[in-house]
C-alpha cells in the first residue's frame, strides 16, 4: 500500500512500515500545505500530524484513502463522521504520552508558582548581588488546591503528581464523579472559586471552546494559576491576556494556543506567563513509542483488520468498510 507520513518522524515508524512491503512517503519539515494534499491523493494510508487538518473536503479529495492514523492523542484536526461516512478508520496514540505531558503540566505549574522565568531573566540581566530574604519569592505548591478540569488519563497522571507535592485535588468532568479516584468531583463553579491552580486536561470540542473565557477567568481565585496542556481554543486567549495583565491571575503556564503557531501578542506582555511550543509529549521515549502505534495502527487497518486505538470503531460496521476489497 501507499502510505503518506506527514513530516519526519522520529524512530523506526517508516522503517517498520516499508518491511511490511508498504511503499512510504514521509514529507520533508518544510513542505508546503498543498504538497501534503498532492500526495495525500496518491495514498493509501496516512500517518497525519494535529497540525494537518483533515476536514471533510480533504478526506472527499483522497480518493484512495483507507485509513488515517492520527499522530496523537487529540484528534480535533480529523472530521471523524466525514472519514467514518467515507468507511476510514482513524486511529491515536493514548497512553503512551500520559507521563510526558502530565511532566510538563507540573513543569509549568512549578515554573508559574516559583516565578522562575523572571528569577533567570533576573540572573541574565546581572542583578543578582547576592542572597536576600524577599528576593523573587513565589509561592508553595503544599497545601493548595489542584483543580483539575478533565480526569482522564492525563489529568490523573496530573493528580498524582500534584498530590506529591503536597496538594489537594478537586476535579470537575462533564459526566460527573468517576468511579475509583480519591478525589472529590465538583461543580464546575467550585472549582473555579476554591482551586489555587487550575489544570485543563479536556480534548477540544464545541462544548469545551472557551470554556475559560472573562468570566471564567475571572471567577477564578485572586491570585491563581491557570495550567494548559490539552489544546489552546480550550482559553479565550485575548481575554486570559487581559486578565493576566489586571493582575488577577497570579500567571499562566501555556504549552498551546489558539492558533499555533501564533501566540496572541498580549500572552507575550503578560507578567509571569510561561510559554511552550506545544512539547507537552516531546521526549525521545514517548514520540518514538506514538510513531509506532501510529505505524502498527496503520499496518492493521490496511491489511483489512480492526484496528488498534480506532477513535471511530463505528466504521467497521459501515458499508463503506465493509465492502472494501483487500
Ligand atoms: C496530543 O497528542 O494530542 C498532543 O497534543 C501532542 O502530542
Same mark, same amino acid.
Given at each position: ?58 478526506? !472527499?479529495? &483522497? ?8 499522530? &496523537? ?71 493548595? $488546591? ?98 493576566? &495583565?489586571?493582575?488577577?491571575?497570579? !500567571? ?20 509571569? &506567563? ?5 512539547? !507537552?509529549? !516531546? ?34 460496521? $459501515? ?8
Amino acid at each position: 500500500m501507499d502510505i503518506l507520513i506527514s513530516r519526519p518522524l522520529p524512530g523506526p515508524a517508516p522503517a517498520f512500515l516499508r518491511e511490511r512491503g508498504h511503499r512510504v512517503t514521509m514529507l520533508a519539515d518544510d513542505r508546503p500545505t498543498e504538497e501534503f494534499r498532492r500526495e495525500l491523493a496518491g495514498a493509501d494510508g496516512v500517518i497525519c500530524l494535529l497540525s494537518d487538518p483533515m476536514g471533510a473536503d480533504v478526506i !472527499g479529495a &483522497a480518493s484512495r484513502l483507507r485509513a488515517i492514523a492520527n499522530y &496523537a492523542v487529540g484528534y480535533n484536526n480529523v472530521d471523524v463522521a466525514a472519514a467514518t461516512a467515507a468507511g476510514i478508520p482513524v486511529t491515536n496514540t493514548p497512553d503512551v504520552l500520559t507521563d510526558a505531558t502530565a511532566d510538563v503540566a507540573m513543569t509549568l505549574l512549578l515554573m508559574v508558582m516559583r516565578r522562575v522565568p523572571a528569577a533567570m531573566r533576573y540572573l541574565a540581566e546581572g542583578k543578582f548581588k547576592g542572597w536576600k530574604p524577599d528576593l523573587l519569592l513565589g509561592h508553595d505548591l503544599r497545601g493548595k $488546591t489542584l483543580g483539575i478540569v478533565g480526569m482522564g488519563r492525563i489529568g490523573q497522571a496530573v493528580a498524582r503528581r500534584a498530590e506529591a507535592f503536597g496538594m489537594r485535588i478537586v476535579y470537575h468532568t462533564r459526566s460527573g464523579a468517576k468511579a475509583g479516584l480519591p478525589w472529590p468531583a465538583v461543580s464546575f463553579e467550585k472549582l473555579l472559586v476554591e482551586s489555587d491552580a487550575i489544570s485543563l486536561h479536556v480534548p477540544l470540542a464545541d462544548t469545551t471552546r472557551h470554556l475559560f473565557g472573562a468570566a471564567e477567568l475571572r471567577r477564578m481565585k485572586r491570585g491563581a494559576v491557570l495550567i494548559n496542556t490539552a489544546r489552546g481554543p480550550v482559553i479565550d486567549e485575548a481575554a486570559l491576556a487581559v486578565v493576566l &495583565a489586571e493582575g488577577h491571575l497570579l !500567571g499562566a503556564g501555556l504549552d498551546v494556543f489558539e492558533e499555533e503557531p501564533k501566540v496572541h501578542p498580549g500572552l507575550w506582555q503578560a507578567p509571569n &506567563a510561561v510559554l511552550l511550543p506545544h512539547i !507537552g509529549s !516531546g521526549t525521545v521515549e514517548t514520540r518514538t513509542e506514538m510513531g509506532m502505534m501510529a505505524a502498527r495502527s496503520l499496518h492493521e487497518a490496511l491489511t483489512g483488520g480492526k484496528a488498534s486505538h480506532t477513535v471511530n470503531p463505528e466504521v467497521y460496521t $459501515t458499508p463503506a468498510w465493509r465492502s472494501r476489497k483487500w
